[in-house]
């Protein structure tokens, strides 16, 4: 009896292993499969499709930041080149307005065309680049007088010009040109810009 009971003790014992190794095989076989299907020709199309979306995704937004980026600059080159060519009709303006002042102050001395002394005088009329214009003499003070005018030089742009004679012993002249792409009194304009030229000498 004792001898029985061993041995059914022994293969209750033998047992034990044996459902142990049925489970290790059977995890075994689940993780192959699972690995089979990981590598299957299904599980790698959804694999790629993923992945060529991702880098879909990833390249467009790339090309758009680099789009906005040189749209950017191309914008600011534009701004920048139409500065540049306001501010050259800007300057012509003010040169303008220098050799029209010179012409009539050194060419057309004898007209007396601009004051150089305080006594009250009737405005005079000049004429620059077909235009008509009046000379008026202002800010009247002890030691000089200023003789201002103003004509359109093209369409879009304006100058506006002084004449300063001094009184006293210096006798020097000024000529201020003060050139505008746009209207002179346009306060709308956010891209107006001036270009101002002086000349100064002593010949009264």
Same mark, same amino acid.
């Given at each position: 009896?004792?001898?029985?009971?061993?041995?059914?003790?022994?293969?209750?014992?033998?047992?034990?292993?044996?459902?142990?190794?049925?489970?290790?095989?059977?995890?075994?076989?689940?993780?192959?499969?699972?690995?089979?299907?990981?590598?299957?020709?299904?599980?790698?199309?959804?694999? $790629?499709?993923?992945? *060529?979306?991702?880098?879909?995704?990833?390249?467009?937004?790339?090309?758009?930041?680099?789009?906005?980026?040189?749209?950017?600059?191309?914008?600011?080159?534009?701004?920048?080149?139409?500065?540049?060519?306001?501010?050259?009709?800007?300057?012509?303006?003010?040169?303008?307005?220098?050799?029209?002042?010179?012409?009539?102050?050194?060419?057309?001395?004898?007209?007396? $065309?601009?004051?150089?002394?305080?006594?009250?005088?009737?405005?005079?009329?000049?004429?620059?680049?077909?235009?008509?214009?009046?000379?008026?003499? =202002?800010?009247?003070?002890?030691?000089?007088? #200023?003789?201002?005018?103003?004509?359109?030089?093209?369409?879009?742009?304006? $100058?506006?010009?002084?004449? =300063? #004679?001094?009184?006293?012993?210096?006798?020097? =002249? $000024?000529?201020?040109?003060?050139?505008?792409? *746009?209207?002179?009194?346009?306060? =709308?304009?956010?891209?107006?810009?001036?270009?101002?030229?002086?000349?100064?000498?002593?010949?009264?």
């Amino acid at each position: 009896m004792k001898e029985k009971k061993t041995y059914k003790s022994n293969k209750k014992f033998m047992g034990g292993p044996a459902r142990l190794q049925s489970f290790v095989l059977y995890c075994n076989k689940y993780i192959k499969s699972r690995w089979d299907f990981m590598f299957s020709q299904k599980a790698n199309k959804k694999f $790629v499709g993923g992945f *060529t979306l991702f880098i879909a995704i990833t390249i467009t937004g790339l090309l758009l930041l680099v789009g906005l980026a040189i749209s950017n600059i191309a914008l600011k080159e534009i701004i920048l080149s139409t500065t540049g060519r306001e501010s050259q009709i800007a300057f012509f303006a003010s040169n303008s307005g220098i050799e029209c002042a010179l012409y009539w102050d050194q060419k057309k001395y004898d007209q007396h $065309v601009f004051a150089t002394s305080t006594w009250p005088i009737t405005p005079t009329t000049i004429q620059c680049g077909n235009n008509n214009m009046s000379v008026t003499k =202002t800010n009247i003070t002890q030691t000089s007088v #200023k003789n201002d005018f103003e004509f359109p030089v093209t369409n879009n742009s304006y $100058v506006h010009v002084r004449v =300063t #004679k001094d009184i006293n012993a210096s006798k020097n =002249t $000024v000529i201020e040109s003060r050139g505008y792409n *746009t209207a002179i009194g346009d306060t =709308t304009n956010q891209r107006k810009l001036e270009r101002a030229i002086e000349v100064k000498y002593n010949i009264y």
